[in-house]
């Protein structure tokens, strides 16, 4: 069985796609049928094509759970999650061993900034709970 | 830099920084070690000891050794002076005062401030 981001959200989305077919069906079927005023005709349309547009959107969202399911598969028969080392001929290994001594000479060129001065990092101050001195002080 | 208040009742722990020319913090120097004192009239009442905190950074905890010691009792401006194996400066002067914790830790009844005011004896029995 294909794999399904969202079984929840899927199963909600079915039901709503169930609700709203047939009312579509049943407002065009009045605009068809009826010999109704202009306007009540007009409020058919206009809902009709509001449950429409909320049926697209709801298949949008089901095409695209779809497609993740779709890509999924395509990833685990890819071999995912595991990442298989990369053969390599000596000679290019020798090479690569041979430009990364050449970056680690680069990057040694630089050095840290030295600090010039010493401090308290007040912003971290931590305390634990101590019996009050008896001495009075000050 | 303002004077730091340290309650009375708590020992606390203020890690140690090392900034370069512009204030960024950096790493410690490796070999570098840090020390640090009171300072003042009143240094005996806080001590200090330096650590090493988990993360390997070396970090001051002061223990204050007396109730109170800042300007309600002629005490405080105890100066914390920190110095190196480097010899770096001190990035400012700290002064620290003791103070006693007033906050509420625990809620009663002041019975000894109780008062009454009379009533009619209740007609229910009890008890």
């Known amino acids: ?138 | 830099m303002a004077d730091i208040i340290l309650l009375n009742d708590a020992v606390s722990t203020i890690p140690i920084v090392y900034k370069d020319a512009v204030g960024v913090v950096v790493a410690k120097p490796a070999t570098d070690v840090a020390s640090a004192v009171t300072t003042g009239p009143h240094a005996a009442s806080l001590g200090v000891v330096m650590v090493a905190l988990p993360s390997g950074q070396a970090a001051a905890t002061l223990t204050p050794m007396v109730a109170e010691s800042d300007a309600a009792n002629g005490g405080g401006a105890i100066g914390l002076t920190i110095t190196d194996t480097a010899n770096l400066p001190m990035e400012q002067s700290y002064t620290f005062s003791i103070s006693p914790d007033l906050s509420p830790a625990a809620i009663d009844l002041d019975t000894a401030a109780m008062t009454t005011v009379p009533q009619a004896v209740p007609t229910a029995p009890g008890p």
Not at chain 1, 18 to 25: F, G
Not at chain 1, 31 to 48: G, T
């Open chain 1, 1 to 138: 069985m294909a794999f399904d981001p969202d079984p929840q959200l899927r199963a909600e989305l079915d039901n709503a796609v169930n609700i709203l077919l047939p009312q579509i069906a049943g407002l065009q079927h009045l605009v068809m049928v009826s010999s109704l005023p202009a306007d009540l005709i007009a409020q058919l349309n206009s809902a009709a094509t509001s449950r429409s547009h909320r049926l697209d959107l709801i298949q949008a969202v089901l095409q695209a759970l779809d497609a993740v399911g779709f890509y999924y598969g395509v990833l685990i028969a890819d071999g995912y999650p595991t990442l298989t080392p990369v053969p390599l001929l000596p000679a290019v290994s020798n090479e690569l061993t041979a430009e990364l001594a050449v970056l680690e000479a680069a990057v040694g060129v630089f050095r840290p900034d030295p600090p010039v001065e010493i401090g308290l990092d007040l912003s971290n101050l931590t305390t634990v709970p101590q019996a009050v001195p008896i001495k009075p002080g000050p």
